[in-house]
């Protein structure tokens, strides 16, 4: 439970239970998915493609799955027991470095495995962190978290990547599912398992497909997960920044974040969260101009 207080715009005692809601809509998606290739149910063409694109990824799904998981529980034991940042850090840290060793990494073009490792680990941490600080006002994280997804996987649609495609649209349909228990009034909160879980995934999904390809010759492409992500990149950096000028600890949070300052300019709380929404969706879209 998540009880009033400092820094709080709730005034009762409110479940966590984010988290472990679009983690189980998210794997029973996917179990159903393993059930309908296993078994071979309908989907036609659609099933065929799925079947031919699925094993080179595989093994990169498998382990973005697994660290999945391992962030949702990292969330839920800080949601319970309220972990220190160090230990908690460390966890990430741990995850972050599995998952680059299970395949998931990224290159940009330097041909280092050193740098990839150094890169990758660096890019898990700092999208889940942005999204853990996100997470500060009824329905921001999970209203971002959907609108990443979906750009996220039509990116990967549009490069024929149908099993990343889907993994994406199934997170925007968990975070979407969630959103109405979550805003404009909360009966559930996210929690950090939920912020974990949404920031980790995206950090993963914006690393899975292929944004420099035949498809997409351009190198300027690569730069389209900083467009879609950019909302909460920008606001991660930006109270980071003035709590190191302030000189405080960059982990203890207060009320600099965009969606606080737009309700100290006169906006209501939904409001001010359906306009990063927006601002959100227009960056994400300038993506697919490059």
């Not at 909160?189 to 914006?206: I, K, M, Q, T």
């Not at 389209?224 to 003035?242: E, G, R």
């Not at 405080?248 to 001010?272: C, E, M, N, W």
Request: charge should be positive.
């Amino acid at each position: 439970m998540d009880s009033p207080g400092h820094r709080k715009l709730h005034d009762a005692s409110t479940p966590l239970a984010g988290g472990p809601a679009i983690l189980t809509a998210l794997m029973l998606s996917l179990l159903g998915l393993w059930a309908a290739l296993h078994f071979r149910w309908g989907f036609g063409d659609a099933l065929a493609a799925f079947d031919r694109d699925l094993p080179p990824v595989g093994r990169r799904l498998a382990a973005a799955l697994g660290g999945a998981l391992g962030m949702a529980l990292l969330g839920m034991l800080d949601d319970r027991i309220e972990l220190r940042p160090a230990p908690k850090f460390l966890g990430q840290l741990l995850i972050a470095f599995v998952v680059a060793a299970g395949g998931v990494r990224i290159t940009l073009f330097v041909p280092n495995l050193a740098f990839s490792y150094v890169v990758t680990v660096l890019w898990l941490l700092t999208v889940t962190n942005a999204f853990n600080f996100m997470d500060n006002m009824n329905g921001l994280c999970p209203g971002l978290g959907g609108i990443a997804g979906i750009l996220l996987g039509l990116w990967a649609d549009l490069g024929a990547q149908p099993p990343v495609a889907c993994l994406a649209f199934l997170l925007a349909g968990a975070c979407l599912g969630f959103l109405p228990w979550n805003y404009p009034r909360a009966t559930a909160f996210l929690g950090d398992a939920g912020s974990h879980l949404l920031g980790y995934l995206l950090a993963v999904l914006a690393i899975l497909p292929s944004f420099y390809s035949a498809h997409r010759p351009h190198h300027l492409a690569v730069l389209a997960p900083l467009l879609i992500l950019a909302v909460p990149l920008a606001d991660l950096a930006w109270v980071v920044l003035l709590r190191w000028r302030r000189g405080q600890p960059f982990y203890i949070g207060d009320t600099t974040h965009l969606s606080h300052r737009l309700v100290q300019r006169g906006l209501k709380p939904a409001g001010a969260v359906a306009l990063i929404w927006l601002l959100a969706a227009a960056l994400g879209a300038l993506a697919f101009l490059l």
